[in-house]
């Protein structure tokens, strides 16, 4: 580099970080706002925690000597403490509970709603930025708790325009931990088994059964050749939990006898069974049929996590993925029971459900369903013809605000009237507010109708434009009505 030439910063988003405009940050808060009055409808307290905690209070990634951000986005203080951006909101709810446990009411019921930080490797559709929406009961070992948020989650997809779209599954930990006791691998000697196995029927989808059953057994070969090693179960075994994994049916009581058949004598099992039983109860009670929320085994993500009732909320409808072919929308949000993440701060048991929404996949879904992304309409824009005027306009753009409308004067270099005008269709403004030194005199203003003039110029005859004009001269004191007017169209 030259001596004096200046090295100007790229002016690029990092990688695996977006950022988001008008119209997505509208979208986005409108439809958190919908679920926000759910979670209100049901007494939940929304909760504001800090972006940055302590390593150890977020526990999962803790640093190591080699790679201390590894997870997370980490650093040291100058107190030698490290900390780091929240990686969820669980977490740091967590946290709360333990903190102020002597402050707060026992059940807690909280939501959550904002931005977390992974520092993973990064792809498509993938950022190391998402948005988290949770709803969380802390302090109730009931299972009415579990139906409660199921309930509440489908009460969400309604309030969203999405009835008749979703499906919301429910399962239980306990029950696989009965079936892996009766598969005789229950004990501390059978903790890699088990990570296997549960590992395994989390691919259940993509590698269907006998993938699956390939991994309980001896292993899979991919077809790239690459060779993944199985739990060595035997086909006895391996029974027992595909099993497990295929034991829906019609109805939910014919779910639960089969389930029932599965854990046999295993009182874990059977104590998950009769969760699930009380849940579907609970719900059937309500109101909520099958057509909205199902007792599914097949739902195994999570279950290395979770103690008791899991949740998964999958969209039913079908879109296009980039190769063309038609598929389902898939998974929007899931949760369960995790009745030992306070009792790490505590010592003591502190029963938690909750769930947490993929905000950015729920966005995207109301969007391939027309339920958002429609054109989002600009401010009112009062136009400048007289730069010493300017305390005009202003007083112009204040009555219009003071009456609601989302309006603004041109604060652009006002010489170029064509440019004020391309200005005001960049922001897809519906209104142009003009007013030149012959209305200021006759007391009037023009009012340019943006929208109706686009329309005019894509279709409209002669005789239609006379009809209806693209812009009126009115009195000045009938300027927030007549903009009223002309909004209301």
Wanted: hydrophobic share 40%.
């Amino acid at each position: 580099m030259s001596e004096g030439k200046i090295r100007r910063p790229r002016a690029e988003t990092p990688k695996g970080f977006r950022d988001y405009f008008g119209a997505e940050v509208t979208e986005r808060k409108a439809m958190l706002d919908a679920i926000a009055a759910v979670y209100h409808r049901y007494g939940f307290d929304p909760l504001e925690t800090s972006a940055v905690e302590t390593v150890e209070a977020l526990g999962k990634f803790l640093p190591d000597v080699d790679r201390p951000n590894e997870g997370v986005f980490a650093w040291q203080d100058e107190d030698k403490d490290w900390l780091a951006l929240r990686y969820d909101l669980t977490a740091p709810l967590a946290r709360v509970a333990a903190q102020y446990r002597n402050d707060l009411p026992s059940p807690y019921r909280r939501y959550a709603m904002g931005p977390v930080w992974r520092n993973e490797k990064p792809g498509p559709g993938r950022f190391r930025q998402f948005y988290q929406c949770d709803a969380d009961t802390v302090g109730s070992g009931s299972v009415a708790a579990d139906a409660e948020i199921c309930a509440m989650l489908s009460d969400i997809f309604e309030s969203l325009g999405l009835a008749g779209d979703y499906v919301i599954k429910v399962n239980n930990r306990k029950v696989l931990n009965g079936v892996m006791e009766v598969a005789g691998l229950s004990g501390d000697d059978k903790e890699a088994e088990r990570g296997i196995v549960l590992r395994a029927i989390d691919k259940i989808d993509r590698l269907g059964e006998e993938g699956v059953r390939a991994l309980l057994g001896a292993g899979r070969k991919d077809e790239s050749g690459d060779f993944t090693k199985g739990a060595g179960l035997s086909a006895e075994q391996a029974e027992v939990v595909i099993g497990f994994t295929t034991a829906k049916r019609e109805t939910g009581a014919a779910t639960i006898a089969r389930l029932r058949e599965l854990v046999g004598n295993s009182a874990i099992g059977a104590e998950g069974v009769a969760e699930l039983e009380s849940i579907a109860a609970l719900l059937q009670a309500q109101g909520y049929g099958s057509d909205r929320i199902q007792l599914d085994p097949g739902v195994v993500r999570g279950l290395g996590y979770y103690t008791g009732p899991v949740f998964e909320a999958e969209l039913t409808f079908q879109i296009t993925d980039e190769k063309g072919r038609p598929r389902n929308f898939g998974s929007v949000a899931g949760g369960g029971r995790y009745d030992g993440l306070v009792k790490r701060f505590t010592g003591q048991d502190v029963p938690a459900t909750g769930i947490s929404i993929g905000v950015d996949r729920l966005l995207a879904a109301l969007r391939a369903k027309g339920r958002a992304g429609g054109a989002t309409e600009g401010p009112v824009v009062v136009t400048v013809m007289d730069r010493d005027r300017m305390a005009d306009y202003m007083a112009m753009v204040g009555a219009l605000r003071q009456a609601g409308i989302r309006a603004e004067v041109y604060l652009g270099n006002p010489k170029n009237f064509g440019n004020q005008l391309k200005y005001a269709d960049k922001r897809a403004s519906p209104v142009a507010v003009i007013q030149g030194g012959n209305e200021k005199a006759a007391g009037t203003v023009i009012l340019k109708d943006l929208m109706l003039g686009a329309k005019i110029a894509e279709s409209a005859t002669l005789e239609e434009w006379k009809d209806r004009p693209a812009q009126v001269e009115v009195p000045q004191a009938n300027l927030v009505a007549e903009v009223q007017r002309m909004l209301a169209k």
